[in-house]
């Protein structure tokens, strides 16, 4: 059976396909199959739109939703190049299109090109290194994570009305201002949340985090 035809609803099943350091921490550090499927439709509930998952690890997410919604693009951008390997083998492992893989810091990228952005804790290494180390490769900088969390919160501050941002477990700070949280979902101990941006906000609204 070959992937494409093969079940991949089940996590372990998909994980199998992973390296294996990394189905050792699939459970911890990537979404579960079935949220990535319920929040593919969140981002994208029209046709032609533009997704980015902002730290996408090994494509989990991005193939597992753009196996969800073949109508939509998911880009992910990794700041770990093995990873994005690894990402781009699984997409055409999965004869998945729709979903392109960026080595990059997210935070070097231009967000004007998305309609919707998700977050699955994405800079949470940068603040827990014994508990949330994915590997060695990335230092750690808990001023990093200020850094990133800022950048990331001015980027959507500052994006279109209409913009939709779903988080997973967290984002690392409090959504920006200008975004009404239009849906939340409890899934165990995590929370699944929607954010539309509904209005403008001034640049001191747009606001930065300190601790
Ligand atoms: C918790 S994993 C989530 C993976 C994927 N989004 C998913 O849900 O399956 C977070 C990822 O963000 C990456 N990351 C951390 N900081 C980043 C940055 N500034 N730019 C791009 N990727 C980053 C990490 O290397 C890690 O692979």
Same mark, same amino acid.
């Given at each position: &059976? ?5 079940d ?10 992973? *390296?294996?350091?990394?189905? &050792? ?6 979404t ?11 981002? #994208? *509930?029209?046709?032609? &739109? %533009? ?27 990794e700041i %770990?190049p093995?990873?994005?390997a690894v990402? %781009?083998?699984?997409? &055409?492992r ?5 979903a ?5 810091? #997210? ?14 804790n ?8 014994? #508990? ?13 994570f ?12 500052? #994006? %279109? ?7 997973y477990?967290s984002?690392?700070a409090?959504? *920006? ?7 939340s ?27």
């Amino acid at each position: &059976m070959t992937p494409q035809a093969c079940d991949v609803d089940e996590d372990d099943v998909f994980d199998h396909h992973l *390296p294996h350091p990394l189905q &050792m921490k699939s459970s911890i550090h990537f979404t579960p199959v079935a949220v990535a499927r319920y929040a593919a439709h969140l981002l #994208a *509930p029209r046709p032609g &739109m %533009r997704v980015l998952d902002v730290g996408a690890g090994p494509g989990k997410f991005c193939v597992v939703a753009a196996r969800e919604v073949p109508t939509a693009t998911f880009v992910g951008i990794e700041i %770990r190049p093995h990873l994005v390997a690894v990402a %781009r083998k699984l997409a &055409m492992r999965f004869s998945v299109e729709n979903a392109t893989f960026l080595a990059g810091n #997210a935070l070097d990228l231009d967000w004007s090109e998305y309609d919707a952005f998700y977050f699955y804790n994405p800079f949470a290494e940068q603040l827990y290194k014994t #508990a949330f180390l994915l590997d060695r490769t990335l230092s750690f900088e808990p001023s990093k994570f200020l850094e990133y969390v800022n950048g990331a919160r001015q980027r959507l501050a500052i #994006a %279109r009305i209409g913009t939709r941002v779903v988080t997973y477990h967290s984002f690392g700070a409090p959504t *920006p201002f200008g975004y009404d949280l239009v849906a939340s979902h409890s899934i165990g101990t995590d929370c699944l949340e929607l954010w539309i941006k509904a209005r403008h906000v001034g640049p001191t609204e747009a606001g930065t985090t300190t601790a």
